[in-house]
């Protein structure tokens, strides 16, 4: 049984962390969070010690750490994007592997100091990269590589997820802390995509604004058109009042279906971890470089068949 920690217990994610940890046969010794709404932990692991300020947390771990019957093994981390690093490098300090939530950092630069910080340490970052494990993906992805086609595959990708006045009053409509919408919600997406087609060759950004941007994405076997927002304004006419989430993927004219199957994913997320077959540092490179470029990036023109279909109500 592995000894885990949990940094960012309050937040949207942290209760499948907390139930993956339960449903690997883990135990969560303590937790830390600004706000209080951690609830969830009596029904998952009430034994479990909870912080509100860091450093009381941060004390607690080190103290636990001078005896081996009590220290941590793992630090889980569901922190704003922002605090990611920090709460990386502590918990590596801590002399614990860590898992963390996407992004992991927002640039090839930080990714290269937690290398150095791996290697100081001698302990293991991993990120949680769950649509890898979704069936869909996978047999899609096999089914790429089975089948080679002389051109390359014609793809879609649509995410509109509607976020009330809230959204841009959080962190998450913060730049400096979300790193912005297509970073936010669009990095589990474009690591699915290069998971599927393979290294991207070409990145392109048409439009991009506080809450929404589109744009080109060039793989080895597919050329893909995007579209990521967080108005409800862009919802298609047929889901507007009906539903508040639109997401669509298409494969050469083909629509592929991966709206189930996520309730288990985390789970499955740690038992690969824990099984030594965790997704680290250099997983992760791709799609932190394709965000970095997407975020400094300055829109342009979309080229012939390039534009998402979606452009043309921006421009």
């Known amino acids: 049984m592995k000894r885990f920690a949990l940094i960012g217990a309050a937040g949207y994610i942290a209760p499948r962390h907390m139930r993956a940890i339960k449903d690997t046969g883990n135990e969560l010794v303590c937790a830390y969070d600004i706000n209080d709404s951690v609830g969830i932990i009596d029904s998952l692991s009430p034994q479990s010690e909870f912080f509100t300020e860091f450093e009381r947390f ?11 019957a009590t220290a941590l093994d793992i630090v889980s981390i569901c922190s704003p994007n922002y605090l990611h690093h920090s709460h990386i490098t502590a918990g590596l300090r801590l002399g614990c592997d860590v ?19 791996e290697r100081e340490t001698g302990k293991r970052l991993w990120n949680i990269l769950q649509l890898r494990h979704h069936q869909a993906i996978i047999d ?6 089975s089948q080679p086609s002389a051109h390359k595959h014609e793809v879609e990708l649509t995410y509109i ?10 962190w998450k409509g913060d730049p400096r802390k979300s790193f912005g919408v297509a970073t936010n919600i669009g ?6 995509l290069h998971f599927i087609f393979g290294k991207l060759q070409r990145n392109v950004v048409h439009f991009s604004n506080a809450d929404k941007a589109c744009g080109y994405l060039e793989y080895e076997n597919a050329r893909v058109r995007w579209f990521l927002s967080i108005d409800a304004n862009d919802l298609p006419e047929s889901v507007k009042g009906k539903k508040s989430t639109y997401r669509s993927i ?38 932190v470089e394709t965000v970095e470029t997407i975020r400094t990036m300055n829109p342009v023109r979309a080229q012939d068949n390039e ?8 421009v």
């Not at 941060?58 to 005896?67: N, Q, V």
């Not at 898992?99 to 910080?117: F, G, R």
């Not at 189930?260 to 540092?281: N, P």
């Not at 534009?307 to 921006?314: A, D, E, K, M, V």
Request: charged residues 25%; glycine residues 8%.
């Open 307 to 314: 534009g998402h279909p979606f452009l043309s109500r921006l």
């Open 58 to 68: 941060y004390d607690h771990a080190w103290r636990l750490k001078r005896d081996p």
């Open 187 to 192: 990095v589990h997406f474009y690591d699915m």
């Open 99 to 117: 898992i963390c939530e996407k992004p992991l950092v927002p640039s090839a630069a930080l990714l290269e100091d937690l290398s150095l910080t």
């Open 140 to 145: 899609l992805k096999n089914r790429v590589q």
């Open 250 to 287: 298409t494969v050469d004219g083909a629509e592929i279906e991966f709206s189930e199957g996520f309730t288990d994913l985390h789970t499955i997320s740690y038992q690969a971890v824990l099984d030594g077959k965790g997704y680290g540092i250099e997983d992760t490179r791709h799609c």
């Open 161 to 170: 997820t509607s976020r009330g006045r809230w959204y841009m009053e959080s």
